[in-house]
């Protein structure tokens, strides 16, 4: 859970969730919710929820490349556009009203931290995109923002790399992380 010390001040409330955590939201308050899902993934807007849902498909790869190998669907710019182009409803809404935007996708590690980083760097400027990135590790500690998101989401924002740059030394800690806890587990330790 998000340290209440933590600086970054937003203009409206932004959580973060794997599909099967949404229904931890009901009675939370919440007034939007993006669903990035696979292709083909029926929208299923939870019964409590009577505010705006919104779901967008793709798979959760970081290439063109992967996304060959393996038979599946990109994100493409357009698709972060429509990220952000929800995220402006968002701030737009927030100027007169409490806003409580939800974010998932299946497992609330890639494609929605990914997402969340690019919107808040949308709310609160791109000079503060390592405050964002905290932010975003501070509200979901298994964070590991899908990089062909973030590259979309630095391009379409203007930011000349910088959401990559901030984005770098995080990804090498959390692989080393991974890479550790595997070894760990090949000499049969506990994690």
Not at 30 to 51: A, N
Not at 54 to 80: C, K, L, M, N, Y
Request: glycine share 6%; charged share 25%; aromatic share 8%.
């Amino acid at each position: 859970m998000r340290s209440e010390s933590h600086a970054l001040k937003l203009p409206y409330r932004l959580s973060v969730c794997g599909k099967n955590e949404i229904d931890a939201f009901s009675g939370k308050r919440l007034t939007h919710i993006l669903s990035l899902e696979d292709p083909g993934t029926p929208q299923d807007t939870p019964s409590w929820f009577k505010g705006v849902h919104w779901q967008i498909q793709f798979h959760d790869v970081e290439s063109i490349r992967e996304a060959v190998e393996f038979g599946a669907t990109a994100p493409t710019e357009d698709q972060v556009a429509e990220i952000l182009g929800y995220g402006q409803e968002c701030l737009e809404a927030s100027r007169t009203r409490r806003v409580h935007l939800l974010v998932h996708c299946w497992a609330g590690a890639s494609r929605s931290t990914a997402a969340c980083y690019a919107l808040l760097v949308q709310a609160v400027g791109v000079e503060r995109a390592s405050e964002a990135l905290q932010y975003i590790r501070d509200i979901r500690p298994e964070a590991f923002p899908n990089q062909l998101i973030v590259k979309h989401a630095d391009h379409l924002l203007g930011c000349r790399g910088e959401l990559i740059r901030a984005l770098a030394p995080f990804r090498e800690d959390f692989i080393k992380m991974v890479e550790g806890w595997f070894a760990k587990l090949k000499r049969n330790e506990p994690p």
